[in-house]
């Protein structure tokens, strides 16, 4: 489908998928959705495809282009190389490749934007603290891959010299098209770009992924290949995955340039400079409340305490160290937590469950009163999330990280 | 030196080196001093050896054991295998091992304690700022000695399943050794050790280091040779290196096991379970004003600003995104960033030096009135810096990184 070809009353969004009813639309065109917080309070590991958030910059593609049996992943291995094309059955040909299942988060960078909301109005979508899934994603090693159309291991994961990874980029461009003369200051696909060194690193676990939780990859997820980069914005897991480059500069995409980047609490749209700061590559730890919901009547334990749980996770791989909880951003309980299986501390791509059991201050153990319950966590490399929102409050509304309370 | 088989009234601390009488010396026995203020003020991007701190747990070690003639280093490349004896000629012979330089911090975890003093007292030395320093180290890569000895890369680096990685660690030990009797739980020499796919890991760039600034490795940095792990706590650079071992358990030593852990602002010694929390092993973002000193009086610029410089540094590889000064911690001016040259965001072990020139509130800008400075760095995962001490306080007192005032 060419949309470019089309009359103007033509609504690009016509044929995005069905959806789950109980998810948490925070926008319909391009459709964007949260984790649903029933879904988030079940604490269940794996969350169910049509429950998983949906993150889309552009209407989802439709058509050939698409279509399992006539899907082609382009890849250029450097720069004035040829192009190699796989097929979706060469990619699942177990003969060439092994599978490889990853369990791992994805989150949007604007995970919990509301909060920043708070403190002053942000650009970007309203999230709460769904922006956030986890899942079970099968497909081949994209080192796999690369090794076997010819891109040198010693480009990236075995350079030597200091520098030099930065040197090199794995771009990715999606099959995702925008609306004409709708989409900012971008014209082409969608796209995005990791550090080569990355793509290669088999410590990194980045797949090309087919399947979700065991069903083949829905549309709303990037049928028939999403790049899944574990550890990493979401916004590097590209979707409809078109092409594959090995380049010396990042994506120029609107979105790894202009986006995806966080400024202090004082810097404005007038003196933003996005080309001072780095894409927002690995994530920084971050937590939340998923019970007892906000504002909700909470009913005490016989000895006092409220019973909580929710989500912890951290970028880079970084399993989490801690979890504290409070009602009174002073004294902490630690709380119980569930670190995926398989997984070590250095290698942690999955989210970390927890439960707490909270005691109440007795003053604050009658009904009417109000409590404040709050959750920090600690990632393996011992990063903390600051106390307040404000300072880390940015024009764009991303890595909102402040206590959850 | 035996030490055990002198008599009581021997001090072990004797033979110690000769110290710069500028370092700030923080204990005598065993000696812990940081680099001067003044040093860290003149923002020299290395350290000249005479003022790099010093962290030391134990006597220096004296004798044959460090005489670079007769200096043997052994490593045990898998359970139940023969160690291999490596001299230093055997390292330092060009045709075996190729040189490799590295610019890179030390820092001890216990940097800054003196901040968390002030909240509550804490345990251990009672570092201001300077347990900090940054040096060009020259040797050789640790990678290739684990090749040459035979250890496979297959074990680490290379590993495919998620959670093989931690399966494996690098132990090493130091010829530092207890006084008798004195030193609290371990009977044995210092220790500390890695994951072993850090050790393997290209991008890591951890050395066999044997040069310092250019100069011989002095004796107060392990002389003759120091396992140098750019990115992680001071303590996992064992000096006065002994044994390097590949063990399917981390170094079970005092320090690794039941020392340098962060526990929430709650614990008591009589709560603390060290076992529930991972070693302190890459650093967490922090960053410090070197520049107007604690309490100085500050001449302002004509147009009413303060000039202000300092460090900042987080761990892991992760190079710094932005450095962001105030005088009243609501609004925040970005500092001017030196990026250590040839270093990518994603592997600098180096700290980034930073100048701001700050703008004074009116109402402050009077003779008599106080400045209130602060600073903060966000490393390039966008991981911050939090607000208060108070948050990060922890019985032990390492990994002060709540904001510098
Ligand atoms: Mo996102
Ligand atoms: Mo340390």
Redesign the interface.
Known sequence: VEYKNLPPPFDPYQMDPKRDPELLVQAAKPFNAECPLSQLAKQEYLTPNEKFFVRNHLPVPTGDIVDPKKYVLEIIPGEDQEPVKLTLADLQDEKRFKR?K?SAIVQCSGNRREDQNSVAQVEGLTWYTGAISNAEWEGV?LKDVLDYVGVPRDLG???????????LHLQMEGLDRPKVGEWRDTKGFYGASI?L??AQ???R?VILTFKMNGEPLPADHGAPVRCLVPGVAGARSVKWLNKLIVASEESQSHWQQNDYK??????TWETADFSS??A??????NSAISWPSPKSLVQLTPDGCVEMKGWAWS??GR?I??V?VSADG?????AELKRPE??????T?AWTLWTAKLPVPADLQKPGKALNLIV?A?D?????????I???WNIRGV?C?GWHR
């Open positions: 490889k990853v090693a994961i075995n350079s030597e010299l200091e520098g030099e990874d930065e040197q550090p060194a990355w690193d088999p410590r676990d966080a400024f202090n609490n004082s810097t700061l780095p927002i590559q690995d994530m920084p730890v970028g880079g399993g160290a801690r504290d002073h004294t902490w309980t630690e398989g997984q070590s501390l250095t290698r791509w920090k600690v393996a490399q011992y990063n903390v999330q600051p106390e307040s404000e300072s880390v890595l990280n």
